[in-house]
C-alpha cells in the first residue's frame, strides 16, 4: 500500500487561500468517501481538521474546507494566518481495511 | 475527557523487540478500533495497523507483518503495540490513536522509541 500523494511544500500570504492536494488511486480516495486531514506540529499529537472528506469538526475555523474529485481530495484554507503554518497530511481509508496517510504537506505563511 | 496515555520513551538495541502501551480512559474501549501510526524524524506520518478492543481482531500495515503485533486488555482498558527485530530505521515517535470513526478522533501524546547500538 503505498502512500498518498502530497506536494511537499506550499506557501502563501497571510489573508490569500491555498490547497493543498492528496491523490490515490481507486482503493482509497476514489472508492470511500472517509477522507481525513490532519494538521500537525512535530512533537505533539495530530489535530483532526477535516473528516468524511468535507466535514469539519466543531472548533475548527470555517476557513478550513476539504472536497473530492475522482481519485484526489484536497484541503483548501482561505484567509491564511500565521497560526495555520504547521504540517498537514490526509490519510484515507482503503479497501484492504486499513488506513493510509499522505507523505505530508507543510504549509509556509509568508 | 478521552484520553490516551502512553508509556515512557525506550531505547533499544538492533534486533531487539519494544512494547508500548496506550490507557484509554474517559470512553468505552471496545467501542472503537485503537490504531498505531508512527513517525519517524524527518518523515511523515506513517499507519502500522489497527486492534479491534472488542474481539482483538487486527490488521497490519504489509511493511510490518510478521513484525508487529497487537494485542489489548479490556480489563485495564490498555492496548498493545510490539514491534520485534528492531532495525535504526525504526526509530520513531510511535502514536496510538482512535481515528477514522467521524468525529472520534484522539490521539496519544506519542512515545520515542530510540534503537541504537
Known amino acids: 500500500q503505498s502512500a498518498l500523494t502530497q506536494p511537499a511544500s506550499v506557501s502563501g500570504s497571510p489573508g490569500q487561500s491555498i490547497t493543498i492536494s492528496c491523490t490515490g488511486t481507486?482503493?482509497?480516495?476514489?472508492?470511500?468517501?472517509?477522507v481525513y486531514w490532519y494538521r500537525h506540529h512535530p512533537g505533539k499529537a495530530p489535530k483532526l481538521m477535516i473528516y468524511?472528506?468535507?466535514n469539519r469538526p466543531s472548533g475548527v475555523s470555517n476557513r478550513f474546507s476539504g472536497s473530492k474529485s475522482g481519485n484526489t481530495a484536497s484541503l483548501t484554507i482561505s484567509g491564511l494566518q500565521a497560526e495555520d503554518e504547521a504540517d498537514y497530511y490526509c490519510?484515507?481509508?482503503?479497501?484492504?481495511?486499513?488506513?493510509?496517510f499522505g507523505g505530508g504537506t507543510k504549509l509556509t505563511v509568508l | 475527557q478521552v484520553q490516551l496515555v502512553q508509556s515512557g520513551a525506550e531505547v533499544k538495541k538492533p534486533g531487539a523487540s519494544v512494547k508500548v502501551s496506550c490507557k484509554a480512559s474517559?470512553?468505552?474501549?471496545?467501542?472503537?478500533?485503537m490504531h498505531w501510526v508512527r513517525q519517524a524524524p524527518g518523515q511523515g506520518l506513517e499507519w502500522m495497523g489497527w486492534?479491534?478492543?472488542?474481539?482483538?481482531?487486527?490488521n497490519y500495515a504489509q511493511k510490518f507483518q510478521g513484525r508487529v503485533t497487537m494485542t489489548r486488555d479490556t480489563s485495564i482498558s490498555t492496548a498493545f503495540m510490539e514491534l520485534s527485530r528492531l532495525r535504526s530505521d525504526d526509530t520513531a515517535v510511535y502514536y496510538c490513536?482512535?481515528?477514522?470513526?467521524?468525529?472520534?478522533?484522539?490521539w496519544g501524546q506519542g512515545t520515542l522509541v530510540t534503537v541504537s547500538s
Open positions: 490513536a482512535s481515528l477514522g470513526a467521524t468525529i472520534f478522533d484522539y
Open positions: 474517559g470512553y468505552t474501549f471496545t467501542d472503537y478500533y
Open positions: 486492534v479491534n478492543p472488542n474481539s482483538g481482531g487486527t
Open positions: 481507486s482503493s482509497d480516495v476514489g472508492g470511500y468517501n472517509y
Open positions: 468524511e472528506v468535507s
Open positions: 490519510s484515507s481509508y482503503t479497501t484492504y481495511n486499513t488506513w493510509v
